[in-house]
């Protein structure tokens, strides 16, 4: 990997931002970058005061609970000047005000190719050779380039299914007749198979793609292809289950999904990771609303990869008892509604729906 | 499918049951917080650009 990537000015940071979402086109949005450290996050501008509480709240949990950071830049796009402005002098009052705030700045409105710097009121336009120079430094480092929009990530996670459909009852007849052992060895094939794509990032052959999704509802088969995701090989994962997704027939694509959602998130990619948890019909999996959790909660997930570290989940565990005693109310609303069972328990649920 | 945790989606849960809620949790239909969690690599680079 080749890390050329420069920004030395303001139109490089805000040709920088795409890149970072994963797509192009933002509007009536507040992006914000932390510096030292710490997430960036996008969230739509407010259009009422109500929205504009809830707004400052989502931002500060993120920037003065959850992730303190030095400091942080803020970039409000879209054509509505006055609304840009009133919400970054919001925000940056609330972030500055706290104890605990960082220090703000840059502050930009940017509306189209146009930006207007806040805090220092000088102005200028991206130029497009430098959104062009930005994209190729990307492409050098092996990152794929952002769609246009972010109903674009959805579009991406929409294909045929025809031929995979036609493979699946068979695949899943197989599944159901399985005993323990053949479970077992079919549990085992999805790990090959799954490390075989990350050397090679070959698509499943039709008949290769129906045999994962009549496996994969199956707790001991998702916990395979979950331990071998890390932070660092989880794009490569996303390439995998996004390509399910795209060929799944209806009645399976929620479990691909919501893998794909963990494969995102896990690398840092929230907007993706949002978009393939859209795609799930009610109920979810119990793995997509433990994604949605650690999206709301903006948990970082260098925080989930230590979680599968086996000390560092027997510490967690001992924290969770131990709160358990002192705080119950503090359980969450997804272990609530999913009745949480013990780690030990089994690992393979029975096959079938 | 089945509501069958796996091991992982435990644990996982478990982390959750650690980390305090926070203050502000949109209702559905209301705005999503997108986060982006920059690797070490990225985010050096991006401290420098912002430094200078």
């Known amino acids: ?353 | 499918m089945q509501n069958t945790r796996s091991r992982l989606e435990k644990r996982l849960a478990q982390l959750l049951t650690t980390t305090p809620p926070l203050a502000a949790r949109p209702a559905p239909g209301q705005p999503r917080i997108d986060v982006v969690h920059l690797s070490l690599a990225d985010q050096d680079r991006l401290d420098m650009c912002l430094r200078e």
């Open chain 1, 1 to 353: 990997m080749n890390n050329t990537l420069t920004i030395r000015s303001h139109d490089e940071l805000i040709a920088y931002v795409p890149h970072l979402l994963g797509f192009q086109r933002i509007e009536s949005s507040m992006v914000c970058l932390a510096i030292g450290g710490g997430p960036t996050a996008r969230l739509d501008l407010p259009d009422s005061p109500e929205a504009m509480r809830l707004f400052l709240d989502q931002m500060s949990d993120v920037y003065l609970r959850r992730h303190p950071t030095r400091g942080v830049a803020l970039i409000a796009f879209g054509e509505d000047g006055r609304a840009c402005i009133e919400a970054l002098a919001a925000l940056g009052e609330t972030l500055v005000d706290s104890d605990r705030g960082p220090d703000v700045g840059p502050m930009l409105w940017v509306n189209g190719e146009e930006w207007f710097d806040v805090l220092d009121g000088t102005s200028g336009t991206v130029d497009p050779a430098t959104r062009v120079r930005m994209a190729a430094e990307f492409a050098l480092m092996g990152r794929a380039m952002p769609v246009a929009t972010r109903e674009d990530l959805a579009a991406a996670m929409q294909g045929d299914p025809t031929a995979v459909a036609e493979h699946l009852p068979a695949a899943e007849a197989r599944v159901l007749d399985m005993d323990a052992a053949a479970l077992r060895a079919e549990v085992g094939w999805l790990g090959t198979r799954l490390d075989q794509f990350r050397s090679d990032r070959e698509y499943l052959s039709d008949v290769d793609a129906a045999r994962v999704l009549a496996v994969i509802h199956d707790s001991g088969a998702r916990n395979v292809a979950e331990m071998r995701m890390t932070r660092e090989n989880a794009p490569v994962y996303s390439e995998f289950w996004h390509d399910l997704v795209r060929r799944a027939p209806d009645e399976v694509r929620d479990t691909p999904a919501a893998m794909l959602a963990l494969s995102s998130y896990l690398e840092g990619n929230g907007a993706q990771a949002w978009v393939a948890l859209d795609q799930i019909s009610e109920p979810r999996p119990p793995l997509a609303d433990l994604v949605a959790t650690a999206l709301e909660q903006a948990i970082d997930p260098r925080e989930w990869e230590r979680a599968l570290q086996p000390q560092a989940a027997g510490s967690l565990m001992q924290q969770a008892a131990l709160r358990d005693r002192t705080a119950p109310e503090r359980r969450t609303h997804d272990q609530d509604a999913h009745n949480t069972h013990g780690v030990d328990g089994p690992e393979s649920s029975t096959p079938g729906r």
